[in-house]
C-alpha cells in the first residue's frame, strides 16, 4: 500500500525551507497524475508524463508567487494547501482540456491529407484545356513564322 503523504503547511512553505518544497512536490504528483488520466485529451496520451511534471511545476511557481504576494501584503495566507493546490491543478488542467479542443488535428491516418493532397495536385480539367489551348496556339503561331 502507498504511504499517504501530507502537504506542509503554509507557514512552512514560506520560511523556504526546502525539504517543505519537495514534499509539496512529491503530494501533488498523485492529483497531477488523476486529473491528466480523467481529463484525457487525446494528444496528452503521448505526452502525459511530461504535461504532470509540467502542471506540477506550475502549481508550485503558483505557490510560490502566492506567498510572495503574501510577503508583499497584498494577499491573505492560505489556511489549506492541499485544497489550493487541488483547486490549481483542477483548473489548470481543465484549461489545458478547453485549449485542446479548439485545436483541430488530422487524422492519424493521414487519410484525410492524402486525400486534400492528391486533389490539389490533380489537374483541374478546366485548367488543362486552358493549357492545351495555350500550348496549340503558340505551336501554331511559331509553325507560321
Known amino acids: 500500500m502507498q504511504k499517504q503523504l501530507t502537504y506542509p503547511s503554509f507557514e512552512e512553505l514560506s520560511s ?39 502542471i506540477i511545476q506550475e502549481v508550485v511557481s503558483r505557490m510560490f508567487r502566492q506567498i510572495q504576494l503574501h510577503d508583499t501584503n497584498e494577499v491573505i495566507p492560505i489556511r489549506n494547501v492541499e485544497s489550493f493546490c487541488h483547486i ?21 491516418d493521414g487519410y484525410a491529407f492524402d486525400t486534400f493532397m492528391a486533389y490539389e495536385l490533380s489537374e483541374d480539367p478546366l485548367e488543362a484545356m ?8 503558340v505551336l501554331i503561331e511559331s509553325a507560321n513564322i
Request: with cysteine; charged share 25%.
Open 16 to 54: 523556504g525551507n526546502e525539504q517543505s518544497w519537495s514534499q509539496l512536490y512529491a503530494s501533488l504528483r498523485s492529483p497531477v497524475t488523476q486529473y491528466v488520466h480523467m481529463f484525457a485529451a487525446p494528444t496528452w496520451i503521448e505526452q502525459r508524463f511530461d504535461l504532470i511534471e509540467d
Open 88 to 108: 490549481m491543478v483542477r483548473n489548470y488542467c481543465r484549461d489545458l482540456w478547453r485549449k485542446e479542443k479548439r485545436v483541430s488535428f488530422f487524422p492519424k
Open 130 to 137: 486552358l493549357d492545351d489551348l495555350t500550348t496549340n496556339a
